[in-house]
Antibody, heavy 115, light 113 residues
Framework: QLVQSGAEVRKPGASVKISCKTS????????IHWVRQDPGKSLEWMGW????????KYSHKFQGRVTFTRDTSATTAYMEVSSLESDDTAVYYC??????????WGLGTQVTVTS | QSVLTQPPSVSGAPGQRVTISCTGS?????????VYWYQQLPGKAPKLLIY???LRPSGVPDRFSGSKSGSSASLAIAGLQAEDEADYYC?????????????FGPGTEVTVV
């Protein structure tokens, strides 16, 4: 099970940090990926974190503005997005990867960027 | 713009069978990478529906079936029910997009008329 933090509202230029609390499996055995869904749009892969060693990979689109971290003792993954723009208004999902697919998803966190 | 293409919408009457196509290329589906399907009910998170082209996770009704051939894949919903109204996304892996290799289709809205 993946439980995400609640909806957030931020002003342009601010940052937001979303959490993804996992349970029911060995946290360090799976990577956690982050997927963005713009309003009325498809799903877009943002990157992932290796829960075991903390290694990360970011899509070029988000590199430099997004940071993935994790706390193994809390079995929780985090994503921070900085320098928010109105175009960052979206639902952000964390998802567990098995093989090359996502077998478990968080419920999503709505981030709204508005002045 | 996605490297996987899907029809924007399909519709069918209750009890009918509908199919959704997912067309890729030689760098993803055609390269032998598996196709996965997700169902997203209105206002909900995506849920894995089909993995490894044709396998159903536990709990997914056998009305849902998947297949793959060449650079394309299909999701079929037999005996369409009102509860199947949702967006359906295909997903695969692309070996030319090292920056962003996990690719989703644009999604297909299924309407039960």
């Amino acid at each position: 099970q993946l439980v995400q933090s609640g909806a957030e509202v931020r002003k342009p230029g601010a940052s937001v940090k979303i959490s993804c609390k996992t349970s029911g499996y060995t946290f360090t055995s799976y990577s956690i990926h982050w997927v963005r869904q713009d309003p009325g749009k498809s799903l877009e892969w943002m990157g992932w974190i290796n829960a075991a060693n903390g290694n990360t990979k970011y899509s070029h689109k988000f590199q430099g503005r997004v940071t993935f971290t994790r706390d193994t003792s809390a079995t929780t993954a985090y994503m921070e997005v900085s320098s928010l723009e109105s175009d960052d208004t979206a639902v952000y999902y964390c998802a567990r990867m098995t093989g090359l697919h996502f077998d478990s998803w968080g419920l999503g966190t709505q981030v709204t960027v508005t002045s | 713009q996605s490297v996987l293409t899907q029809p924007p919408s399909v519709s069918g009457a209750p009890g009918q069978r509908v199919t959704i196509s997912c067309t890729g290329s030689r760098s993803n589906i055609g390269a032998g990478y598996d196709v996965y399907w997700y169902q997203q009910l209105p206002g909900k998170a995506p849920k894995l529906l089909i993995y490894a082209n044709s396998l159903r996770p536990s709990g997914v009704p056998d009305r849902f079936s998947g297949s793959k051939s060449g650079s394309s894949a299909s999701l079929a919903i037999a005996g369409l029910q009102a509860e199947d109204e949702a967006d359906y996304y295909c997903q695969s892996y692309d070996n030319t997009l090292s920056n962003s290799p996990f690719v989703f289709g644009p999604g297909t809205e299924v309407t039960v008329v």
